[in-house]
């Protein structure tokens, strides 16, 4: 009976144990989803910045045509603007001036 009693405590012992590694075990899981998680996220942050900073950059280089070709409309409509002036004093009489 005591050889008995003792076979009974170690199998619990061990079912303790057991249900202590799997604990334990269902944990690390746990912690390596989570960090994988954490490096998914870093990483998607990591995506979109890049995204940002390539849509940023399109978008300046845009702007910098845009104000390219401003600046040269500008400076056509100058140039327009200062030939009709000069044919203006061309074609009016000299006592008009």
Not at 67 to 80: D, E, G, P, W, Y
Request: charged share 35%.
């Amino acid at each position: 009976m005591k050889k008995f009693e003792q076979i009974k405590n170690d199998i619990s012992t061990n079912t303790e144990r057991f249900n202590s590694y799997q604990e334990e075990i269902e944990h690390k899981k746990l912690e390596l989803e989570a960090t994988s998680l954490e490096v998914e996220n870093f990483r998607n942050a990591k995506l979109n910045k890049e995204l940002l900073e390539l849509e940023s950059a399109k978008e300046r280089e845009k702007l910098c045509k845009q104000i390219t070709t401003l600046n040269s409309l500008k400076t056509a409509l100058q140039m327009k603007q200062n030939m009709t002036v000069l044919d203006n004093k061309e074609n009016t009489p000299a006592g008009q001036i």
